[in-house]
């Protein structure tokens, strides 16, 4: 079968891969992270109702009372033990994700078991979440200071935060989930394309477009890729950002900007846009300033997608494409170039970004590796007056990109052209 086609087949949704692929993480690829990071182990804290942004993640996701969760790099191996109230214990043990076990008769024991364990380890450095970066923040500042004082000042003294850890890790994707990936972004571009062919300028409206993609999403069964209210972000006036769609009616000379997302399973994300041109009534292609911004946008993007190679850092991605975009003609655009994708529309690893700022950010200077993905954009920006107003119009082709050990591809294939919606 065509693998396009057989990409754009609705998801079979009740059985989750996540927890065989989730064991696999752990054991394929959080070694490989702690050695980058430098660390020798890693402390994760769970509980009911508040619990850590990476709780799915490590198994934690159903805490009740207060577990923590101990991953120690033994080589080129992780251990695990997970220290947990009685009652959550045999659940914990048929999820195999852990290799041991401390069982708890008093739940106000896990810091303490918790500091025995590590003092035991003789961990060096120990990652706790505690970070700026907000999924590696998850230990509270009452969790964290019940741990202190658990621990004598020679262990307090190892520990560090678990931001550089978590990025890595996080940042890298299993092949199989490279490939979910893939088959949920061409049903997200699917979607998009499905909505514009819907569209009847002068008559409809950026949000009957999106309600057409909601309806769709539906009846597929397919969650939100980010906010609900944000998502489909339909446009076709002045870009208004992340923002939700308007009653604006579409009309024609317009480039109409859907940026749209899925989740699938409950824990991978897409992030695309589409474009399309509205054309003139007796038109039956775009004129040719329109075909000109469209083809400097998606030459930037070829232009980013041939510097994201093992090694570079996320900035020189980013001023490989504004290079072109000044060649060019276009306004400098706000933006970054793209961001990670997967477990979230905005994930956590190096960003493509920085080029607009006197200064990159710490994330930008983070060095590409093989199994990153990343939705980035080609961008042109101009100003232009239409019945509507005058303002800033920019066209910012998205797509989703793999890191190889070679250099980058396409997730699926990319637009080509703009598409073309007749008056009618």
């Avoid at 959080?30 to 490590?58: F, G, K, Y």
């Avoid at 490939?179 to 008559?203: H, M, N, S």
Wanted: hydrophobic share 40%; proline share 7%; glycine share 8%.
């Amino acid at each position: 079968m065509n693998k396009t086609l057989e990409a754009t087949k609705p998801f079979d949704l009740k059985d989750s891969p996540w927890p065989q692929i989730r064991r696999a993480r752990i054991k394929k690829l959080l070694p490989t992270a702690m050695q980058l990071a430098e660390v020798d182990a890693w402390v994760l804290v769970c509980r009911e109702n508040a619990s850590d942004p990476l709780a799915m993640h490590i198994g934690g996701e159903n805490a009740g009372g207060t577990a923590a969760f101990l991953f120690r790099l033994e080589g080129d191996e992780v251990k695990s033990t997970a220290i947990t109230p009685w009652g959550e214990a045999n659940g914990l043990r048929d999820m195999n994700v852990h290799d041991e076990f401390v069982v708890l008769e008093q739940p106000t024991d896990v810091w303490k078991v918790l500091a025995e364990q590590l003092k035991a380890s003789k961990s060096e450095k120990i990652a706790v979440n505690s970070s700026a970066l907000n999924v590696a923040d998850g230990l509270s500042w009452t969790q964290r200071q019940a741990m202190e004082e658990a621990m004598d000042g020679e262990l307090r003294a190892r520990l560090v935060s678990s931001e550089a850890l978590v990025a890595e890790w996080l940042s890298v994707k299993l092949p199989e989930e490279i490939d979910i990936i893939r088959r949920a972004g061409a049903l997200t571009v699917q979607l998009e394309e499905e909505a514009y062919a819907t569209v009847i300028p002068g008559k409809t409206r950026d949000c009957d477009v999106a309600q057409f993609i909601k309806h769709r999403m539906e009846e597929l069964g397919v969650e939100n890729g980010w906010s609900p209210e944000q998502n489909p972000s339909v446009q076709s006036g002045f870009p208004r950002g992340h923002a939700g769609p308007t009653d604006k009616v579409i009309i024609p000379g317009d480039f109409i900007q859907t940026d749209f997302g899925i989740k699938v399973y409950g824990v991978w994300c897409t992030d695309y846009q589409r474009f399309a041109y509205v054309l003139e009534p007796g038109q039956t292609e775009a004129p040719p300033e329109a075909v000109k911004k469209w083809e400097i946008a998606r030459q930037g993007h070829r232009i980013a997608l041939a510097a994201m190679k093992p090694g570079v850092r996320g900035y020189d991605v980013d001023r490989a494409q504004r290079e072109w975009m000044d060649k060019n003609g276009s306004l400098p655009v706000k933006w970054g170039t793209g961001h990670p994708v997967g477990y979230w529309a905005h994930d956590i690893g190096p960003a493509l970004s920085g080029g607009q700022r006197p200064e990159p950010p710490a994330n930008a200077l983070r060095q590409l590796r093989p199994g990153q993905l990343f939705a980035f954009d080609g961008f042109f920006a101009w100003e232009e007056e239409r019945p509507y107003g005058k303002g800033e119009k920019c066209i910012s082709v998205e797509e989703i990109g793999v890191v190889t050990e070679e250099g980058a591809e396409y997730l699926i294939p990319p637009q080509e052209d703009l598409i073309l919606i007749p008056s009618r």
